[in-house]
Each structure stands twice: as structure tokens, then as C-alpha cells.
């Protein structure tokens, strides 16, 4: 079997998971190339891989004999410099995965999903990696069981203490964005759309504890219609200055299912009326990214289609934010 050659572009943090993905997958996954100014970084990665490092991926275009080789890219930048990479990518028809979120600004949300709809031979996915994390999915799966009654909320709170995000560019407004709000709790904005379909916004509170910076804590409600036209609430909650908690709680009519990140693969089931909560232990699983990356490969090799978030799905979680950010409640973030 052709193994699907990759070229990741931006080699930070977040790439040594993409990276770890490739390698679970390595009978049909190739990481060829590897592009980052910085050099160096991409050098090291490269080296490991096999992989040959350049320092934009108008080098990689520029390579011919590398290019023509290279199915797709997995782009891991900030987000403010993707999109005359996802335009070079579309027109040398390589499929696109691209980290979250969707763009820094609304303007290039909306263009990015306007090219990824006129060219849809390509596929071009957004990274949320969480629809592939185990405990989710098989949540997502016990509630459209239907033995559960309707799906009332979604509660997720995605916070850690991290004061080093001050002067990180994920809280650079002209960089990410904003703060946490579109950089962490945009997951949680996808996440409730892959349980419960689009968002709308009803009310946000934003908290910017750092002169000049995005949000540092975000607290978010939102409501999505189900197939029967009733309501079901999301309330999302994220922060870089709180104590630790990647929690998510889904509550239907009859039971409601706990998944805390900190135990992975175990989700917690209390059914409404019954004492006591019932372990649901799900056994080794691969990882989210492991997950994401295979259907992204399935869906370019064969066209199978799986849970992969599209650029529209990204544009949806993008406008929430948007209105979120539009909708602050305090003096100092407004
Ligand atoms: N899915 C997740 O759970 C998750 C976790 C962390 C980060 N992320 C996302 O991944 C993206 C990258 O985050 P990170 O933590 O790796 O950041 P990072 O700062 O560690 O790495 C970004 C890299 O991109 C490089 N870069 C900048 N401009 C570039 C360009 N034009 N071409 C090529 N490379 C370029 C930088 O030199 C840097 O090495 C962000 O959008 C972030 O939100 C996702």
C-alpha cells in the first residue's frame, strides 16, 4: 500500500503530537517534509523522520522532486499565518488537516471556508482533535443510543493555571486572536457542536487579567436545536489562571455521563434516581490525535467519511467566538 506522504508545516509544541500520530500510523503515513523558520527546530525533527527541513513551505513548492510526492499538509502555525498556506496548498491539490482555531480572525474564517467549499475534492479539516478522544465518543454514542431520553446540556470547563500564557502569542489578539476563549475553548465549542449541533451564543462573560492580552478566563453559554426543535444548553468554562480541570459532563434526561481527562478511557455513568456511579472502564484506546490522523488518511485515500471537522464546522465554532468577544460583560475587556 502507498503510504500518504505528509508535509507539516510549523514544527512547535503541538507538532511532536502530530508526529506521534504519524508514527502509530506508519504503514500507511510519511512524514517527507518538515517546514519552520526556525530551522533548527525543524532540522531535529526531520532528521528522526527521515524527512528533508526547509524553512517555508514555498521551499517545499519550490522543491519539485519533494513536492510531487506530498499528498497533504498538517499546518501547526499560529493561526494569523495560514491562510496563503492553505491557498498554496489547495492549488498544488494537497489535502489540508490544520491545527485549531480556524483562523485568528472571522475575515479569514470565512475565506478559508469559502475556498475549502469551491474546491471540494480537497479534503481540508480542522484539527479538533477531541471528537476522536475515547471517552467522547463513546459518550457521544451512549446518548444517540436514544436508552438515555433527550440530550438536555453539555457542561465543559478546559483550565489550567498557566501564567506563562501572559506572554505567550496564544494570548496576542493579532496573532491567536484573543486568549483562552478561541484558543482553548474553541475545542470546547466544537465539542459541543459534535454532541449536540451548532452553536448559537446566549450570554458570555469574559475575564482579560492581563493589560493587552486576550482573555484569560472565559465563561461561555450556548444552545443548539435538536431533531425535535427543544433546546440544548452547552456551558463552557476555560481559564489560565485556575486550578487544573479538562472535564466534561453530558447530561441527558435519564443519566449523565463524566469524562475527566486526568482518567482516561474511563467514563463515569450516574443514572437519574440510582445511587452510586458506574465505571465504564474502555480499555487501551489510541489517542485522539492517532484517531484524527487515520480518518483524515481514510477520508483522502478512499473517501471515507468519519467525524474529521470541517472548515464549516470551524466557521461555526469562529462566530460564536466572535459574538462572545462581542459580547463582554466587564469594563476592562470591552
Ligand atoms: N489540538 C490541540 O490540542 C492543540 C494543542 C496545542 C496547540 N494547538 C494548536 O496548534 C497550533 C500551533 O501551536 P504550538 O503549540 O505548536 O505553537 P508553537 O509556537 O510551539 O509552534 C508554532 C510553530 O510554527 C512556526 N511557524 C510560524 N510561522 C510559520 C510559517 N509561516 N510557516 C511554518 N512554520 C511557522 C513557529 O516557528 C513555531 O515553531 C496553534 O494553532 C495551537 O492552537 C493545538
Given amino acids: 500500500m502507498k503510504q500518504t506522504s505528509i508535509c507539516l508545516i510549523g514544527a512547535g509544541g503541538i507538532a511532536a503530537a502530530h508526529i506521534d500520530a504519524a508514527n502509530f500510523l506508519s504503514s500507511s503515513v510519511k512524514i517527507t517534509a518538515i517546514a519552520d523558520p526556525n530551522l533548527e527546530v525543524a532540522q531535529k525533527l526531520a532528521t528522526n523522520l527521515d524527512a528533508k527541513a526547509y524553512t517555508n ?10 513536492a510531487s510526492t506530498i499528498d497533504a499538509v498538517i499546518i ?35 475565506k478559508l471556508t469559502q475556498l475549502a467549499a469551491q474546491n471540494p475534492q480537497i479534503t481540508c479539516a480542522i484539527a479538533y482533535c477531541h ?16 436508552d438515555f431520553g433527550r440530550l438536555v446540556r453539555v457542561e465543559n470547563t478546559f483550565a489550567a493555571p ?14 491567536s486572536g484573543g486568549g483562552s476563549l478561541i484558543d482553548t475553548a474553541c475545542h470546547s465549542l466544537d465539542m459541543f457542536q459534535y454532541l449536540a449541533g451548532t452553536p448559537e451564543l446566549v450570554g458570555a462573560v469574559l475575564f482579560n487579567g492581563w493589560e493587552g492580552r486576550g482573555e484569560s478566563n472565559a465563561t461561555v453559554l450556548v444552545a443548539a ?20 480541570r479538562f472535564q466534561v459532563n453530558v447530561v441527558t434526561e435519564k443519566a449523565s455521563f463524566a469524562y475527566d481527562y486526568c482518567k482516561p478511557n474511563i467514563v463515569s455513568k450516574q443514572t437519574a434516581g440510582v445511587e452510586g456511579i458506574e465505571e465504564i472502564n474502555l480499555g487501551d484506546q489510541p489517542g485522539r490525535f492517532g484517531g484524527q490522523l487515520k480518518a483524515f488518511v481514510e477520508k483522502i485515500t478512499n473517501g471515507t467519511e468519519s467525524d474529521l471537522a470541517t472548515f464549516a464546522d470551524g466557521l461555526n465554532v469562529a462566530n460564536v467566538i466572535a459574538d462572545a ?10
Avoid at 513551505?57 to 519533494?66: G, K, M, N, P, R
Fill in 57 to 66: 513551505f514555498e521551499e517545499v513548492l519550490a522543491d519539485s522532486a519533494i
Fill in 76 to 110: 501547526c502555525t499560529p493561526p494569523s499565518v495560514r491562510l496563503p498556506i492553505v491557498e498554496a496548498a489547495i492549488k498544488n491539490k494537497m489535502h489540508v488537516l490544520m491545527e485549531k482555531p480556524i483562523a485568528s480572525t472571522l475575515e479569514d474564517a470565512e
Fill in 131 to 146: 471528537r476522536f478522544e475515547s471517552g467522547i465518543t463513546h459518550i457521544k454514542k451512549l446518548v444517540e443510543s436514544g
Fill in 162 to 175: 498557566a501564567p506563562q500564557m501572559k506572554d505567550h502569542w496564544m494570548s496576542d489578539p493579532k496573532v
Fill in 225 to 244: 436545536t435538536d431533531k425535535s426543535e427543544l433546546p440544548v444548553a452547552g456551558t463552557i468554562n476555560s481559564g489560565w489562571n485556575e486550578a487544573m
Fill in 325 to 334: 468577544q462581542g459580547h463582554t460583560q466587564c469594563e476592562c475587556c470591552s
